[in-house]
């Protein structure tokens, strides 16, 4: 999957616009996007959203955080639905998805779901202490299918006045993205990128989006439909990518027994025909 496109949950007119888009999956927003005074009626919303859910995307709820006392309650509403995934905003490290595994298994039984199915995807840098936990990655459910990184939330817990100039993230940002990518792929999940906040700068997102994927992140997340395309492009291998791969992967083929082979000049080993196997198996997501 490339492209994560948030819906609130209490649009059923944005949702059926998402269901349009070329979006991999939708994160149906039972937090942020909520005034505390509607998340009842969010999660009634959300639930009709998972019944009328366009099966070519994945679907995804994000609920209230663990030290709020609505998780417990979104969870109920919308697990029926059968949700691919739960995402978990302000998580903490793997004590908070090991509690949510636990919660996901109890809801899985009452709705005749199978066992271990629903995934779980962190929002895992919106504090200071989460940014500290993301090395502690080790006994984690085995539900945990990706983390995310966000920057708004954690600039309010930093005290910040802003995150980026001229669209380029400040140094603790920058920071707390690259943790979240080191420890995705320690933790063998999928890194996913933060959003864009600038709806309507489609260069700048493109640019961010190809750096994302050529550091190692696999999706992003987006906040506008407009976006959707622009992000999926991104997060395709180009040509040129493509056919060197090709290369790599023919002639470690061609020299089975062989841990470095020369290619056009150069010296090519082993980590680079993981590399290249990686590139190829983007073109078929």
């Not at 949702?15 to 039972?30: E, H, R």
């Not at 959003?195 to 992140?217: K, V």
Request: hydrophobic share 45%; glycine share 6%.
């Amino acid at each position: 999957m490339r492209s994560f496109l948030f819906v609130p949950g209490d649009s059923l007119r944005k949702f059926g616009s998402a269901k349009k888009t070329a979006a991999d999956a939708l994160i149906l927003d039972l937090e942020d996007s909520i005034a505390p005074d509607e998340k009842v009626g969010a999660r009634r919303i959300v639930r009709e959203m998972l019944d009328a859910r366009n099966p070519n995307q994945k679907m995804y709820v994000r609920v209230n955080a663990l030290d709020t006392d609505l998780t417990l309650g979104d969870l109920a509403a919308v697990m029926p639905g059968r949700p691919d995934g739960i995402v978990l905003p302000k998580c903490a490290g793997a004590a908070n998805v090991n509690r949510l595994s636990l919660y996901l298994d109890a809801f899985e039984a009452a709705a005749g779901i199978e066992q271990g199915s629903t995934r779980i995807v962190t929002v895992a840098t919106e504090t200071a202490r989460a940014v500290l936990k993301l090395l502690d990655f080790e006994n984690m459910s085995p539900r945990l299918w990706g983390m995310m990184w966000g920057a708004e939330d954690l600039a309010a817990s930093l005290g910040a006045s802003r995150n980026r100039t001229a669209g380029r993230f400040h140094g603790p940002f920058l920071l707390a993205r690259d943790l979240c990518l080191i420890s995705a792929a320690a933790a063998g999940v999928v890194a996913i990128d933060t959003i864009a906040t600038d709806i309507n700068d489609l260069d700048a997102l493109r640019e961010e989006s190809i750096a994302a994927r050529q550091d190692g992140f696999l999706a992003k997340a987006v906040i506008h439909p407009k976006h959707v395309d622009v992000v999926n492009a991104a997060f395709m291998p180009t040509d040129e990518e493509v056919a060197w791969s090709e290369k790599i992967v023919k002639a470690f083929n061609d020299n089975p027994t062989s841990g470095v082979v020369k290619i056009d000049g150069k010296m090519i080993d082993k980590p680079h025909l993981r590399a290249a196997e990686k590139i190829l198996a983007l073109r078929v997501r």
